[in-house]
């Protein structure tokens, strides 16, 4: 049976260019970048390429930093602990502001710092699924030291104001991060025209390969390391570098960045083609204005049906799709994210994620499509709930 892949916000094929550049750094180009030998020095030119590839592709400045991660995870720990050591442990702020919609990689640190002492404001989304930039000013206060508020979020796609969020924290003197890991390669992510300090990314969200992540900090801003130990990176993030990972991420942000324009047309058109096709069956609600949602996500209820059954049937017929988040896949709570938009206690366990990439073509669409509407007359007809 053939396989369909609609889960490309839980990770991504590695572009096979991306691949293929990787493939020297394993067995022949293996030295350490650290190392004064030529085994050592020859692949300093190649990373320096895909740094190069990695300022473009945000269009970030000289002067800027990027740290190299080893995924989104390690980047936004680093920004919330770091704010945390250098703001607030021993200083005048105590107060951190981000959403209820959040990663769990930001919400379950923000859990720690809360343990620490710190004053964390979760801010809820409106209607729309989003935090407006009046929510945020109204929430800093002289002790604010950072706002984290996401580009786009994993499970809606719904995007955030994160321009006019950005504009309130630089006339506030508060610090911005963001999490921009369902952004980038969906969307264009410029940190001129969005003036964040911090921004989150991973390479396997955009045709990348896992173990490797990102962070940008803007030109003149420090924080404390979380890895310590040698001078890698200026002693910013220590640990001998992904020399391939590195490469691959900086192809692989290229590429998002020249198929932007296709990801913007053709992936929204297939995924419009398929959340027309959904809204056709009775009774089901896709979460979220399809104008304020990444080109390549759709989020749907389905009244009467559970989610874990619905996503067993889909998996049976060869359809990869996702409940939600691929983390809390094994919990069998809502999610956080579906709760904190209010859909309602009865609509919370029946979502499905579908999620597309510029790999997803047509005939898996019209397939899809078709497997989904019999699973949902399978499921509906033993239904007690409906
Ligand atoms: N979300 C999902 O199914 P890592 O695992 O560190 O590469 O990325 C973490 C992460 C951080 N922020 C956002 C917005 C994310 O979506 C993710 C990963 C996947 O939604 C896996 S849980």
């Not at 003149?220 to 002693?235: A, C, D």
């Not at 990801?263 to 399809?290: N, Q």
């Not at 209010?342 to 019209?366: M, W």
Request: proline share 3%; aromatic share 6%.
């Amino acid at each position: 049976m053939e396989r369909i892949y609609l889960d490309n916000n839980a990770t991504t094929i590695v572009d096979p260019m991306v691949k293929q550049a990787m493939e020297p750094y394993f067995c022949d180009k293996y030295g350490n970048p650290n190392s004064l030998h030529s085994f050592g020095t020859e692949v300093h030119p190649d990373l320096r390429v895909a740094m190069n590839r990695l300022y473009k592709g945000l269009n970030a400045a000289e002067g800027d930093d990027i740290l190299i991660t080893g995924c989104a995870t390690e980047s936004n720990n680093t920004v919330l602990k770091g704010v945390y050591f250098d703001l607030i442990k021993n200083g005048e702020k105590n107060h951190i502001i981000t959403t209820t919609v959040e990663h769990p990689c930001v919400a379950n640190t923000c859990r720690f710092l809360e343990s620490q002492g710190v004053k964390v404001t979760y801010l809820p989304v409106n209607q729309d699924a989003r935090v407006e930039a009046d929510a945020v000013r109204h929430a800093i206060t002289e002790k604010t030291a950072l706002v984290s508020v996401m580009w786009a979020n994993n499970e809606t796609g719904i995007i955030f104001p994160v321009k006019e969020i950005a504009r309130v924290c630089r006339d506030e003197g508060v610090l911005f991060h963001t999490d921009a890991v369902q952004a980038i390669g969906k969307v264009k992510v410029d940190v001129q025209d969005v003036p964040v300090d911090f921004l989150s990314l991973s390479a396997h969200k955009f045709h990348g390969p896992k173990g490797i992540g990102a962070l940008y900090i803007r030109s003149g801003l420090k924080l404390q390391p979380l890895l310590h130990g040698g001078e890698q990176m200026s002693g910013k993030r220590a640990g001998t570098l992904n020399t391939a990972g590195i490469v691959g991420m900086g192809l692989a942000m290229e590429l998002a960045s020249d198929n932007l324009e296709y990801e913007a047309t053709e992936v929204r058109r297939l995924r419009d083609r398929l959340e027309d096709g959904l809204l056709k069956l009775k009774d089901v609600m896709v979460l979220g204005r399809r104008e304020l949602r990444v080109p390549n996500t759709v989020f749907i209820s389905v009244r009467g049906v559970e989610g874990e059954a619905l996503l067993w049937d889909l998996n049976k017929n060869g359809i990869a799709a996702s409940t939600g988040s691929a983390c809390a896949s094994e919990s069998l709570e809502a999610s956080p994210v579906i709760t904190a938009i209010g859909v309602g206690a009865e609509l919370s366990h029946t979502g499905i994620r579908l999620s597309l990439s510029r790999f997803t073509t047509e005939s898996e669409i019209d397939r899809a499509l078709k497997v989904f509407t019999e699973a949902v007359g399978r499921l509906r007809a033993i239904s007690a709930s409906y």
